[in-house]
């Protein structure tokens, strides 16, 4: 056999060769459409989820700023809060030890001077009789808005005493 022969055989087995490769590359081609659409199908899906969850981390982010803005103020207002009552408790202490002094000045007063014990005890009586009067008159209103000249002379005697 001729080298020609060889060459024209060899010559046929790779055109038979690239035939059988090029309706392979086509059936695979073909085959191939259907997954590459699902595919296609899944990537637009999935770039639509993403976009959600960039919507939804955005809106996240917002609403975690107004919280954090709301929580500061909230924390200054209870800051505020807390001075007030620090400061309340110091005006009791101080009101305390004002109220003591006082009482400790009246007591040290009262026992120095027997003369206000009784200038007091005068007073007090005083005060009960003024008191004393002053329901005889209220209940001698509601009995009758007529004179009665014994009650008269009554409140006379009351006022003398």
Known sequence: MDSTMWLYIALAIL??????AGIGVGLFLKG??????????????LK?????????????????N??????????????????AAKGTKNSVVDLNSSVRAITVDVTTRVDQSKENAVQVDQWSNTVVGLVGLWE??????????????????????????
């Open 66 to 83: 107004e919280l954090k803005e709301d929580m500061q103020v909230k924390s200054e207002k209870v800051s505020l809060f807390i001075d």
């Open 32 to 45: 191939m459409k259907e997954p590459l659409k699902e595919i296609k199908g899944s990537v637009n899906n």
């Open 48 to 64: 639509e989820r993403v976009d959600k969850l960039k919507l939804e981390t955005t809106s996240l982010q917002h609403t975690t």
């Open 136 to 161: 005889h008159r209220k209940n001698a209103k509601k009995r009758t808005d007529t004179y009665y000249p014994e009650a008269a002379a009554d409140n006379e005697q009351l006022r003398i005493q």
């Open 15 to 20: 055109i038979v060769g690239l035939i059988v």
